[in-house]
């Protein structure tokens, strides 16, 4: 009667009651109190018996079967085994509903607040410029196209809330826009190596608070004069600089091979949406509420998320409290990267010999050359040649970043499926979406000046650019975790550092070509970037590969 009792109190009780219980713990990745956890094929053959079917000697026997499955018990004269090997297939691994698809949605949310908090000033600034007699001044020889209406200019509805306005001028402007620039540059390098070694969860997380909690006092430093909100914005860039090498570490823990590039992928597409959200909400925020509520809302949701993020995210699978057996085992068996990535010391002549490198980091040179062109140029080419209002143009400019943000995603999908099936070798993938991402937005804005004033056929292409250089996410941009995972946070900084030069340099010289004459300037501006990104491409078919590289192997020493 007593061992009855210790065994009804083992199993949990009648009816089978226990083990359920039993597997809402495992499934939980709980331990439940009275037996610590077992792999989950010792329960697969075990049911629910009723008390009548399976005598209590029986029972016993079904458990130490578990511990020993060779020993196959008999119940009621027939084996176990049979029942057993029929269960032994594992649990199928979870795909969207699981530990690492969270992760990229989280990240997903991060970048949409990162890059809000990047584009904030450039449209609060509109409200905070006493613009009444300044005008933008361009060296146009002809208009292109006639006047959407005849409607003055200064037709908008008065503004009802009070906010200060300042005297500032196109030149105080630009600076004040670059000065994120110049302090995103700096910790681009140490923050990818710091993230090797310390891990990517607390520079991250930092970085991405610390940028929040800077955004809240952006009005008070506008009070106190330029020299203080360019200071803001420098520091904002510096603690966003360390983000995208951790990201890039991020996943060598992560992401199973061939589901990184749909994780990164889903994941980046955060940042046009974060874009193009803020562009949309935050003009009509400044006109309502006025330009310093816009900041105060966006900061307060912004500091919640990254207090938030270090309790949602783990540094790798080891680490989650809540993760599977079975995805745990899928991610670990298959990473990149366990552990710190790398020591103090870096080999850094190898890293400088390594052609695959170079061609990475030109490719990313010539493709942020355009992208960034038409980032920054789109509004100027619809204001200032098509003559849309704010309104239209706003309008207009949203379809870019829509088709770019699907465009990220559908890609993601569609080249590990490539790669999934057999159908492209991981180089071919990478060489292949690299030359349509890169070549075909070019053609398409090559064809922007010949179109005339026809607005909807210059949206169109100019959605279809962006749309497609997002596929570079599955070429060049994928390339470092594949050549050098072990050291993917520092070489992204790397080179991140060197494309943003050119995201620098590319609306400067465009402004200036276009600011030469209407027609000439325009074709001048997009058979430049066009040029590039050919050279870019061919560089790359080069040079690129994606085999993992000597030097950053993990028993190579550094």
Request: net charge negative; aromatic share 12%; with cysteine.
């Amino acid at each position: 009667m007593l061992m009855e009792q210790e065994e009804e109190t083992e199993w949990g009780g009648g009816e089978g009651g226990g083990v359920c219980r039993w597997l809402l713990c495992w499934n939980a990745q709980i331990l439940p109190p009275s037996q610590p956890r077992k792999e989950p094929r010792s329960l697969w053959g075990l049911g629910s018996p009723q008390k009548d079917e399976v005598p209590k000697g029986a029972r016993r026997g079904v458990q130490l079967s578990m511990e020993d499955d060779s020993s196959a018990p008999e119940i009621h004269g027939e084996s176990t085994q049979p029942l057993l090997d029929e269960q032994q297939p594992r649990e199928k691994v979870p795909g969207l509903c699981s530990v690492r698809w969270g992760l990229a949605f989280i990240l997903h949310v991060s970048f949409f607040v990162t890059y809000s908090q990047r584009v904030d000033l450039s449209i609060a600034i509109v409200a905070m410029v006493n613009n009444t007699d300044q005008q933008v001044s361009l060296n146009v020889s002809a208009d292109v196209c006639p006047e959407s209406s005849p409607i003055p200019p200064n037709t908008s509805q008065p503004r009802e809330v009070k906010a200060p306005v300042y005297d500032w001028t196109p030149e105080t402007c630009g600076f004040l826009l670059s000065s994120f620039s110049y302090g995103y540059l700096i910790t681009q390098i140490p923050g990818g190596y710091l993230t090797g070694i310390v891990g990517w969860k607390p520079v991250l997380g930092i970085g991405l608070l610390l940028s929040s909690i800077l955004g809240l006092l952006l009005p008070s430093a506008a009070e106190l004069g330029v020299a203080y909100l360019a200071l803001i914005q420098a520091l904002r860039g510096l603690s966003q600089g360390v983000i995208f090498p951790a990201y890039f570490t991020l996943w060598t823990k992560w992401a199973p091979p061939q589901e990184l590039t749909c994780l990164m992928n889903f994941a980046d597409a955060g940042t046009t949406l974060g874009t193009f959200f803020t562009l949309m909400v935050g003009g009509i925020t400044c006109q309502t509420l006025g330009w310093p509520a816009f900041f105060y809302i966006f900061g307060a949701v912004n500091c919640v998320w990254g207090l938030l993020w270090f309790f949602l995210v783990f540094e790798d699978p080891d680490s989650h409290p809540c993760i599977s057996v079975t995805e745990k085992e899928y991610i670990t068996s298959t990473s990149t990267q366990k552990g710190p990535c790398h020591s103090w010391s870096l080999p850094l002549l190898p890293m400088l010999k390594c052609r695959s490198l170079w061609a990475i980091a030109v490719a990313y040179f010539c493709c942020d050359w355009l992208f960034y062109t038409l980032l920054t140029l789109l509004p100027v080419y619809l204001s200032h040649i098509l003559h849309l209002d704010t309104r239209e143009s706003g309008f207009l400019s949203a379809p870019p970043y829509i088709g770019n943000w699907l465009g990220q995603i559908g890609t993601g999908l569609l080249g590990d499926f490539l790669v999934a099936k057999n159908l492209l070798q991981l180089g071919t993938l990478r060489k292949l979406f690299t030359a349509l991402g890169m070549l075909c937005p070019a053609a398409l804005v090559l064809a922007v000046p010949y179109i005339g004033c026809n607005r909807i056929i210059v949206v169109i292409l100019f959605t279809l650019s962006m749309t497609l250089i997002s596929m570079t996410g599955a070429g060049f941009a994928m390339n470092l975790l594949d050549i050098a995972p072990r050291y993917a946070g520092f070489l992204h900084g790397v080179i991140n550092s060197l494309a943003n030069l050119s995201g620098m340099a590319a609306p400067t010289v465009a402004g200036f070509l276009s600011s030469q004459d209407t027609l000439s300037g325009w074709r001048n501006v997009f058979f430049l970037s066009g040029a590039i990104n050919l050279f870019g491409v061919i560089f790359y078919l080069t040079f690129g590969r994606a085999d993992i590289q000597a030097w950053a192997r993990a028993d190579s020493p550094p």
